[in-house]
C-alpha cells in the first residue's frame, strides 16, 4: 500500500518561487483592469479622512533609489490607513518648473534661450517635463505604488498656477513681499539668484591674502604716515568692491612696528599674524579699542577710493586680523552695516560672474580668473602682506554643484520677519514632528532665515505678477489684477504672460497713481520653491479637480534637506496667507548610503539602480528593504543588502506557502473549530498572533516600519515555522483528514495566514495579492487584498495564563532541542525522531510538566519523552534552566513508515505491518 497518499500532505497552486519579475507585471496589469485606485476609494467613502499630500519630485530624468524609498513609503502608509478605517486618497504631483529642465532643453535642441522666444522655450521645457513625468509615472507604478495617476498634479497646470497667482497676491497684499537692492546668493553658472534652500556647502579651495589699507586720515588717533590697517581675505576678486574695514568695537588692537611700517590689527590675533609673516616679534606702539577707531580713513590698494572704518558686532577672532575687508556688494553682513554708514553699494560683476565695467582693468573677466590679477595687482602696489591657500566650506548651487557668490542686485523678496512668528508658532504648537529632532531643527532655521528672494532671472516658470509704470517706474499689483491674472491663467496658463503684451493681461481702465496708463511687465519668475510651496493651495484647495482632498493634509513626508526646502516653504506661504500650517504631521527619512555609509556616486561605482533591481528580483525585494531599515538616520543599501533581503523575503513567503499548502482542502465557514475546542497549543499561537497584530498595528500607526517588518519576520521565522508549525507538521501529516485535531490546527493556520496577508499587504503589495488569489475565502470576499481591512484585535485571544505556561514550555523545548543538536552531531541520532528524551526535573518544574507528560514528545518532535522527579548524576544539565537535566538515547522499536516515529509496537497489525498502532488505525478508517 502507497501510505503516502494516506498522508495530509500539504496542496497548493502557490508557486514555491515568486518570480517576481515576472508575476509583478501581471498583477500591475490586473490592478489598472480593475481600477484598484477607484475601488479603494469607493470602499472607504464617508469614512475619516487621511491626506498624505506629496511632495512633488522633479520631472527631470529616471527615478533612483532616493524616490523608491520616498514613494514606497508613501504608498504603505496610505495602503495602512486605507485598511485601517481611513479614506486616504493619494494623489501624485511633479514639480515640473525651474532651472534643469531649461538645462535640459538647451542642452538636448542646442539652443541658446536669449535668443529664441520665450513662449517657444517654454514650449520646449514642458515637452521635456511631461516627456519625464510619463517616465516616471510608469516607474512608479512598477513599484507597486497605488494612487490617482491618471490625474496627477502638475505644478504646470493652468488651475495650479492660477493659485499660485493668488497665494502670491495674498501675501503682497498681506505686506509680505516687497522690491530691494539686497545681496543674495548668485549662481552665475545658472545666472540667476538663489535663495538659501538651494545653496549647500562643499569643500573649496580658495586664495588667502593679507592686505594693507594705508591710513590717510587718521583722525588724531593713528599716524598717517606708514601706517596700515591689515585685512584678511579669502574672495580676492571682491577687492574692487570694497569701501571700508570692520573693526569690533569691543575688541582690542594694537598698533605695532614693523621695519619702516606700522601695522594695526587685533591684539588677540597678533602672534599668529607675525608667525605667519615670520617675526619673532613686534614692538605695540598703541592700543585702543575698536569703537576709538571708528571712521578712520584708509585708501583703497588700487582704487582711487577711500575705505572708511567702520564698527560691526560681525568681527570675530577666529582667524584673519579682525580688521574685516567689506564689500557691500559681496555680502549679507557687509551690506547690512554698510547700510548704518550709508556706504555705497558697489557690485561691478554681471549675471554670468563676469566683471563690467566698473571693474576696471578686470572687466571680462570671471571673478575666479581675476582672482591671480587681482592679487598681482595688490603685490605690485606693494600692498601684499601675504598670500597663501585654504581649504575650506563654501556655498555651491545646489542643481549645477557650482560655486556661488553674494551679489547685490534688485530682486523681489518676501519678508519673513513679518510672518516669522507665526511659523515658529505653529512649529511648536500646531505641527507633530517626524522624528521629534526635526521641530528643533526647522525651528532653527526659521529663526534664523533671512528675507526669502522669490525672484529669478529665467524664463521656464510661473512669471512675478508685477507691472511696472512707463511714466513713473513704480509697480503695480492691486486685488483687481491678480483676480484678472488668475482668471486668464486658469484658462490659458502661465504662457500668457509671456506671449501678451502688459495692456493685455491687465483690467480695462487701471492707472498709476501718477495718471499713467502705460504699463510693462516684470521679466523675472519665481522661485521654484515658491511652485512647489504654494502646492497645499494649488492642490488641496482645488476641489474641482480633486474633491477627495482637504486643507489641511495630515501628513508631508520628504527627506531631511525638506526641512529648508518644500517643508519651510510650504509653512511660509500657508502661514503668510492663512495664518495656519499647512499640514498637521511632518515625516523625515535619511539619504540613501552604500553599506559602508558614503554616498552614492558613479564614480565610485555604489550605485544601486531600482529598475535593474526590479528586472532582476522585483519591486517587493525592493519595498522589503524600505520596511526593514530605519529611516530616521541614513539607509543604507548595496547589492549584498539586497540579497540579503531576497533570503527575509523568501522566509516570510515560505511560511505563508505552507499555511497555504495546508488549508488546501479547509472551508472557513465549514471547518473552523471554536476557539474554546481548541488545544492548549493553537491557543497559544493564537495567542501569539494577538501580540503581533497588537505590536505592528502599533508600529504602523507610529511610522515605525521596521518594527513592522522585524515583528513579521521573526513571528514567521521563530512564533511559526521554529516552533509552532514544527511542532504540529504530525498532526497535520498524519491525523484524519476530518479529525477534530487537525481542523483546529487549520483553524490556526487560516487565521494566522488572513492575518499576515493584511498586515504585509502595505509593504509586499505584489505577493499579498499572489497570496490572497490562492488562499480560501468566502464567495462575498472582496475582489482585491487591497479592499481588506486591518486585522482586528480579539481580546477573547489574550489569556495570561496560557502565556506563561506555554512561553516557559517554549524554553524548555529551546533546552530540549540544544542537546538533541549535540546528540546529533556525535552520531547518537540522525534527525531527532530518532530520539528518546528523558527529562530529569527538581519537584517544581516536574509538578509543571507533569501534566503535558503525555505530549511532550510531540512538543520536542521526538519519538518518546519520558519525565522523571530528581536529578542523576549522570545527566546532563541544562544550559538556560535551572532544575532540569537531561538524557538523549536511540528510540527504542521500529520506525513507522507512515509517520516516521519510533514505535515498540510497529507490525502487530498483521494488515499494515510496517505501521505503528496510531497509523494502522487511521489507515483502517
Known amino acids: 500500500m502507497?501510505?503516502?497518499?494516506?498522508?495530509?500532505?500539504?496542496?497548493?497552486?502557490?508557486?514555491?518561487?515568486?518570480?517576481?519579475?515576472?508575476?509583478?507585471?501581471?498583477?500591475?496589469?490586473?490592478?489598472?483592469?480593475?481600477?484598484?485606485?477607484?475601488?479603494?476609494?469607493?470602499?472607504?467613502?464617508?469614512?475619516?479622512?487621511?491626506?498624505?499630500?506629496?511632495?512633488?519630485?522633479?520631472?527631470?530624468?529616471?527615478i533612483h533609489?532616493?524616490?523608491?524609498?520616498?514613494?514606497?513609503?508613501?504608498?504603505?502608509?496610505?495602503?495602512?490607513?486605507?485598511?485601517?478605517?481611513?479614506?486616504?486618497?493619494?494623489?501624485?504631483?511633479?514639480?515640473?518648473?525651474?532651472?534643469?529642465?531649461?538645462?535640459?532643453?538647451?542642452?538636448n535642441l542646442k539652443i541658446n534661450r536669449h535668443k529664441v522666444h520665450p513662449v517657444d522655450f517654454r514650449k520646449q521645457c514642458k515637452e521635456y517635463a511631461l516627456k519625464f513625468i510619463d517616465i516616471q509615472r510608469e516607474e512608479f507604478k512598477r513599484l507597486g505604488v497605488r494612487g490617482d495617476?491618471?490625474?496627477?498634479?502638475?505644478?504646470?497646470?493652468?488651475?495650479?498656477?492660477?493659485?499660485?497667482?493668488?497665494?502670491?497676491?495674498?501675501?503682497?497684499?498681506?505686506?509680505y513681499i516687497y522690491k530691494g537692492l539686497k545681496p543674495v546668493y548668485w549662481c552665475a553658472s545658472c545666472e540667476t539668484a538663489l535663495a538659501e534652500a538651494e545653496v549647500e556647502y562643499a569643500d573649496k579651495s580658495s586664495?588667502?591674502?593679507?592686505?594693507?589699507?594705508?591710513?590717510?586720515?587718521?583722525?588724531?588717533?593713528?599716524?598717517?604716515?606708514?601706517?596700515?590697517?591689515?585685512?584678511?581675505?579669502?574672495?580676492?576678486?571682491?577687492?574692487?568692491?570694497?569701501?571700508?574695514?570692520a573693526l569690533h568695537p569691543e575688541l582690542d588692537y594694537v598698533l605695532v612696528q614693523l621695519d619702516d611700517e606700522k601695522h594695526l590689527l587685533a591684539k588677540e590675533l597678533l602672534e599668529k599674524y607675525l608667525e605667519l609673516i615670520d617675526r619673532q616679534g613686534a614692538q605695540i606702539l598703541q592700543q585702543f579699542k575698536g569703537e576709538e577707531l571708528e571712521r578712520v580713513v584708509c585708501r583703497h590698494p588700487f582704487v582711487e577710493r577711500d575705505s572708511l572704518v567702520i564698527l560691526g558686532d560681525h568681527v570675530t577672532t577666529e582667524t584673519g586680523t579682525g580688521c574685516v575687508h567689506t564689500a557691500p556688494g559681496h555680502g549679507e553682513e557687509d551690506f547690512l552695516v554698510g547700510k548704518e554708514y550709508k556706504l555705497p553699494v558697489i557690485s561691478p560683476v554681471d549675471n554670468r560672474g563676469t566683471f563690467t565695467a566698473e571693474g576696471g582693468k578686470f572687466a571680462g573677466q570671471k571673478i575666479w580668473d581675476a582672482n591671480k590679477d587681482i592679487i598681482d595687482e595688490i603685490s605690485s602696489q606693494g600692498k601684499l602682506v601675504h598670500q597663501d591657500k585654504v581649504q575650506h566650506s563654501y556655498p555651491h548651487c545646489w542643481r549645477c554643484k557650482n560655486p556661488v557668490f553674494f551679489r547685490a542686485t534688485e530682486q523681489w523678496f518676501a519678508s519673513v520677519e513679518?510672518?516669522?512668528?507665526?511659523?515658529?508658532?505653529?512649529?511648536?504648537?500646531?505641527?507633530?514632528?517626524?522624528?521629534?529632532?526635526?521641530?528643533?531643527?526647522?525651528?532653527?532655521?526659521?529663526?534664523?532665515?533671512?528675507?526669502?528672494?522669490?525672484?529669478?532671472?529665467?524664463?521656464?516658470?510661473?512669471?512675478?505678477?508685477?507691472f511696472y509704470c512707463k511714466d513713473c517706474g513704480k509697480e503695480l499689483i492691486t486685488e483687481e489684477t491678480i483676480a484678472h491674472l488668475e482668471e486668464i491663467f486658469a484658462e490659458h496658463g502661465s504662457d500668457a504672460w509671456f506671449a501678451r503684451e502688459a495692456k493685455d493681461l491687465?483690467?480695462?481702465?487701471?492707472?498709476?497713481?501718477?495718471?499713467?496708463?502705460?504699463?510693462?511687465?516684470?521679466?523675472?519668475?519665481?522661485?521654484?520653491?515658491?511652485?512647489?510651496?504654494?502646492?497645499?493651495?494649488g492642490v488641496l484647495k482645488q476641489p474641482d479637480l480633486w474633491p477627495e482632498l482637504r486643507w489641511p493634509a495630515d501628513l508631508y513626508l520628504e527627506g531631511s534637506d525638506q526641512h529648508r526646502g518644500w517643508f519651510n516653504s510650504s509653512l511660509s506661504t500657508a502661514v503668510a496667507v492663512t495664518g495656519e500650517p499647512p499640514y498637521k504631521a511632518v515625516l523625515t527619512h535619511g539619504f540613501v548610503v552604500d553599506e559602508k555609509g558614503r554616498k552614492m556616486s558613479k564614480s565610485m561605482g555604489n550605485v544601486v539602480d531600482p529598475l535593474k533591481v526590479i528586472n532582476q528580483m522585483g519591486a517587493d525585494i525592493l519595498r522589503l528593504w524600505v520596511a526593514s531599515t530605519d529611516y530616521r538616520g541614513d539607509l543604507a543599501v548595496s547589492n549584498n543588502i539586497i540579497k540579503q533581503m531576497t533570503e527575509s523575503y523568501r522566509k516570510i513567503r515560505n511560511t505563508c506557502r505552507f499555511l497555504m499548502g495546508n488549508i488546501h482542502d479547509f472551508d472557513p465557514a465549514q471547518h473552523s473549530v471554536a476557539y474554546q475546542e481548541l488545544l492548549e497549543l493553537d491557543r497559544w499561537a493564537l495567542l501569539r498572533l494577538q501580540r503581533l497584530n497588537e505590536k505592528v498595528l502599533k508600529a504602523y500607526d507610529n511610522y515605525e516600519f521596521h518594527l513592522v517588518y522585524h515583528a513579521i519576520h521573526n513571528f514567521c521565522v521563530l512564533d511559526m515555522s521554529a516552533r509552532y508549525l514544527d511542532i504540529i507538521k504530525d498532526r497535520l501529516y498524519t491525523a484524519p483528514a476530518q479529525s477534530q485535531e487537525?481542523?483546529?490546527?487549520?483553524?490556526?493556520?487560516?487565521?494566522?495566514?488572513?492575518?499576515?496577508?493584511?498586515?504585509?499587504?502595505?509593504?509586499?503589495?505584489?505577493?499579498?495579492?499572489?497570496?490572497?488569489?490562492?488562499?480560501?475565502?468566502?464567495?462575498?470576499?472582496?475582489?482585491?487584498?487591497?479592499?481588506?481591512?486591518?486585522?482586528?484585535?480579539?481580546?477573547?485571544?489574550?489569556?495570561?495564563?496560557?502565556?506563561?505556561?506555554?512561553?516557559?514550555?517554549?524554553?524548555?523545548?529551546?533546552?530540549?532541542?540544544?542537546h538533541l543538536e549535540n546528540a546529533r552531531r556525535e552520531k547518537i541520532i540522525g534527525n531527532s525522531l530518532e530520539a528518546a528524551v528523558h527529562v530529569y526535573a527538581d519537584e517544581e518544574l516536574y509538578n509543571f510538566l507533569k501534566p503535558m507528560e503525555e505530549q511532550l514528545h510531540i512538543l520536542f518532535i521526538t519519538s518518546k519523552a519520558q519525565l522523571y522527579k530528581g536529578i542523576p548524576a549522570d545527566a546532563v544539565t541544562g544550559e538556560t534552566i535551572t532544575g532540569m537535566a537531561l538524557k538523549v538515547e536511540s528510540a527504542p522499536g521500529e520506525k513507522c513508515e507512515r509517520c516516521w516515529m519510533y514505535h515498540e509496537e510497529v507490525g502487530q497489525s498483521a494488515e499494515h505491518p510496517t505501521l505503528c498502532p496510531r497509523c494502522a488505525g487511521v489507515v483502517n478508517q
Open 2 to 62: 502507497d501510505y503516502a497518499k494516506t498522508l495530509n500532505l500539504p496542496k497548493t497552486d502557490f508557486p514555491m518561487r515568486g518570480n517576481l519579475p515576472k508575476r509583478e507585471p501581471e498583477i500591475l496589469k490586473w490592478w489598472e483592469e480593475i481600477d484598484i485606485y477607484k475601488q479603494v476609494q469607493e470602499k472607504n467613502q464617508g469614512r475619516p479622512k487621511f491626506i498624505l499630500h506629496d511632495g512633488p519630485p522633479y520631472a527631470n530624468g529616471h
Open 65 to 107: 533609489l532616493g524616490h523608491t524609498l520616498n514613494k514606497v513609503l508613501k504608498d504603505m502608509i496610505v495602503k495602512y490607513r486605507s485598511m485601517a478605517g481611513y479614506d486616504s486618497p493619494y494623489v501624485p504631483g511633479w514639480d515640473t518648473h525651474g532651472l534643469p529642465i531649461e538645462q535640459q532643453a538647451i542642452k
Open 149 to 175: 495617476w491618471e490625474n496627477p498634479y502638475l505644478t504646470l497646470l493652468p488651475q495650479f498656477e492660477a493659485k499660485q497667482i493668488r497665494v502670491f497676491g495674498e501675501m503682497a497684499k498681506a505686506g
Open 207 to 245: 586664495p588667502s591674502i593679507y592686505v594693507k589699507f594705508p591710513v590717510v586720515d587718521g583722525k588724531g588717533i593713528l599716524p598717517e604716515q606708514e601706517t596700515y590697517v591689515v585685512i584678511w581675505t579669502t574672495t580676492p576678486w571682491t577687492i574692487p568692491a570694497n569701501v571700508a574695514i
Open 418 to 466: 513679518g510672518f516669522r512668528q507665526k511659523a515658529l508658532d505653529a512649529i511648536r504648537n500646531k505641527v507633530q514632528w517626524i522624528p521629534a529632532w526635526g521641530e528643533d531643527r526647522i525651528y532653527n532655521m526659521v529663526e534664523g532665515r533671512s528675507d526669502w528672494c522669490i525672484s529669478r532671472q529665467r524664463t521656464w516658470g510661473v512669471p512675478i505678477p508685477i
Open 506 to 537: 491687465m483690467p480695462q481702465g487701471i492707472t498709476c497713481q501718477c495718471g499713467g496708463t502705460a504699463f510693462e511687465k516684470e521679466t523675472d519668475i519665481m522661485d521654484v520653491w515658491f511652485d512647489s510651496g504654494s502646492s497645499h493651495m
Open 742 to 818: 487537525r481542523r483546529a490546527a487549520q483553524t490556526v493556520l487560516y487565521l494566522v495566514l488572513d492575518s499576515l496577508v493584511r498586515l504585509l499587504t502595505p509593504i509586499l503589495a505584489f505577493t499579498t495579492e499572489e497570496i490572497y488569489r490562492y488562499m480560501p475565502k468566502g464567495s462575498d470576499a472582496p475582489q482585491s487584498v487591497q479592499l481588506l481591512d486591518m486585522p482586528k484585535l480579539k481580546e477573547e485571544y489574550i489569556d495570561l495564563e496560557l502565556e506563561q505556561k506555554w512561553d516557559r514550555l517554549m524554553q524548555v523545548r529551546a533546552e530540549v532541542l540544544k
